[in-house]
């Protein structure tokens, strides 16, 4: 079976600072691993993916994600955060054997960018 | 722009009211979803479909119907909903299975009186 946490429901950084989600996940199986962004009325989108080879993944507006494998985490990360951050951000775990396969969302982190 | 349109973007329907959801996309996509979110809180799985088959039903009341049909469109069928439905659906595509990534639509915002 598949789970995914994210630790911590709201985290607040400065602007320029970095930023840090968390995101743990347990699979019974190779997981994929996904983390979506979510602005204010609208719907989820993409912002980066772990399906197998490199476990240090690039994604869009400068988030980047690393697996690792042996802490079961997926932790998001962005080296300065930017106004336009501010989001909801999901962890996605995706997996499970043929027929039984799950997509997965975290409970979701908001992230607040001060001034 | 999302790849992916709902329509209405809000829909207000009384409990005793018939209505649908609809959702397009143009990608090629051959799996289609429906989710269901309450405010500050994660997408919940309801239907998929995978090539204009319903592959997945997460347990949800039959007062909601899915319907494909072809690989660019998925409608929801609303009849006789409850308060407790009042929630934004979103509609989610991949390029085939579940376990890839999925684009999304805004979202039908839907209120029942």
Known sequence: AQSVTQLGSHVSVSEGALVLL?????????????????YPNQGLQLLLKYTTGATLVKGINGFEAEFKKSETSFHLTKPSAHMSDAAEYFCAVSGGSSGTYKYIFGTGTRLKVLA | DTEVTQTPKHLVMGMTNKKSLKCEQHMGHRAMYWYKQKAKKPPELMFVYSYEKLSINESVPSRFSPECPNSSLLNLHLHALQPEDSALYLCASSHQGIYQPQHFGDGTRLSIL
């Not at chain 1, 199986?29 to 996904?34: I, K, N």
Request: net charge positive; with cysteine.
């Open chain 1, 22 to 38: 968390r995101c743990n996940y347990s699979s019974s199986v190779p997981p994929y691993l996904f983390w979506y962004v979510q």
